[in-house]
């Protein structure tokens, strides 16, 4: 579970890209984050979504089997709805990069950190920072803008985004730790969006299916909706 942008204080944090910095929880039920959120008394909105819609990416189409089938059926169950256009799921990718490295290097600068003490992963972001001009910067911030304007929008007050968390098989824990799937380039085109836009998602692995690693969606609500994306969830969860 990612939370909602602000939704907990980064006080005592040292953040190196505070604009997408947000608090999240892994558990193996809703049930458990759902507790966790009540206990400490940040439940936020209890509500049932007046309704599930389902994004038309050109990503979408390189879905392994597994993923459309478990997609499919939890959509069906939802009664899920397909926008009519697409989010923008890489370009969201694309902008996350580029705003990260320009507040990674002003991080690195401030804190006097030592770029060679960083991840791999995180020394090329200070790379690719290095040869970003404050126009490039500036445009993608206004896109960054315009872009959570109008997924906000779409979720308005009461409505969630299903979508795949992975195009197939859910990866390892320890190579997304290791930071061995963000060199390869293969993390984070479905992952980056709710982090661009500031919203809360859930990612978890979907019942009913005879994978030992079953596949993974994920939904996106409104601000501070993490209780009624648990809640929805649960029906589905592994």
Not at 29 to 53: C, D, T, V, Y
Not at 64 to 90: C, M
Not at 152 to 176: H, K, N, Q, T
Request: aromatic share 6%; proline share 7%.
């Amino acid at each position: 579970l990612k939370c909602s942008f602000d939704r907990f204080s980064p006080a005592g944090i040292l953040t190196l890209a505070p604009s997408f910095e947000s608090l999240g929880f892994l558990a193996k039920q809703p049930a458990i984050l759902a507790r966790l959120l009540r206990g400490l008394g940040m439940a936020g909105r209890e509500m049932r979504f007046s309704e599930i819609l389902i994004p038309i990416e050109s990503e979408m189409r390189e879905l392994s089997a597994a993923v459309q089938n478990a997609l499919q059926r939890v959509a069906t169950q939802l009664k899920a709805r397909q926008l009519s256009e697409p989010l923008g799921f890489l370009r969201a990718r694309q902008l996350r990069k580029v705003l990260i490295a320009s507040e990674v290097i002003k991080q690195i600068e401030a804190h006097k950190i030592d770029p060679e003490s960083l991840p791999s992963e995180g020394l090329a972001l200070v790379e690719l920072a290095k040869k970003l001009s404050p126009k490039e910067v500036g445009a993608a911030t206004a896109e960054r803008q315009s872009l959570a304007e109008r997924v906000c929008g779409i979720v308005g007050e009461d409505r969630a985004i299903l979508y795949p968390a992975f195009s197939g098989a859910v990866p390892l824990w320890s190579d997304i730790l290791s930071g061995k799937l963000i060199r390869a380039g293969q993390l984070g085109t479905f992952l980056a969006l709710s982090n661009l836009v500031g919203l809360p998602s859930l990612a978890y692995p979907v019942s009913g299916t005879r994978s030992p690693i079953p596949p993974s969606l994920q939904l996106m609500g409104p601000k501070n909706s993490e209780l009624s994306l648990l809640q929805t969830a649960a029906s589905f969860s592994h």
